[in-house]
């Protein structure tokens, strides 16, 4: 299960780092995205990944650490509000620029 998880992050992180790279403002976008689906992932794993434990500690049997629960949701909102800002900030880069490139050149019409 470890090396499955394992492997569901470290391709998100490459998928989200290609996308980052590439030159159009959408795929910088679902480059943030993706790497914010593996940072929550990697935050969700620390936790150790037990299934039908109580979130509370109790007597009985080992509980399910509650911290790594709590960092996810908190990231889950700001990556949310981050990525909110960022469409908007493209969408105004679109509009004035012209062109939704990166570095505001349209590749495509210089050919």
């Known amino acids: ?6 492997s569901i992050i470290g391709l998100l992180v490459a998928c989200g780092l290609y996308l980052i790279l590439r030159s159009r403002t959408f795929s910088v976008v679902l480059g943030l995205v ?3 689906y593996a940072t929550n ?3 969700f ?7 039908n434990q109580p979130a509370l500690i109790g007597e009985g049997p080992p509980f399910a650490d509650p911290l790594p629960q709590a960092l996810v949701l908190t990231a889950i909102v700001i990556g949310f509000a981050m990525i909110a800002f960022v469409v908007v900030l493209a ?3 679109r509009g004035e620029l012209g062109s939704e490139h990166v570095d505001g050149l349209d ?4 050919q």
């Open 1 to 6: 299960m470890e090396l499955l998880l394992a």
């Open 34 to 36: 993706l790497l914010g």
């Open 107 to 110: 590749r495509e019409a210089d």
């Open 45 to 51: 794993a620390s936790g150790r990944l037990a299934t």
């Open 41 to 43: 992932l990697f935050l």
């Open 91 to 93: 969408l105004r880069a």
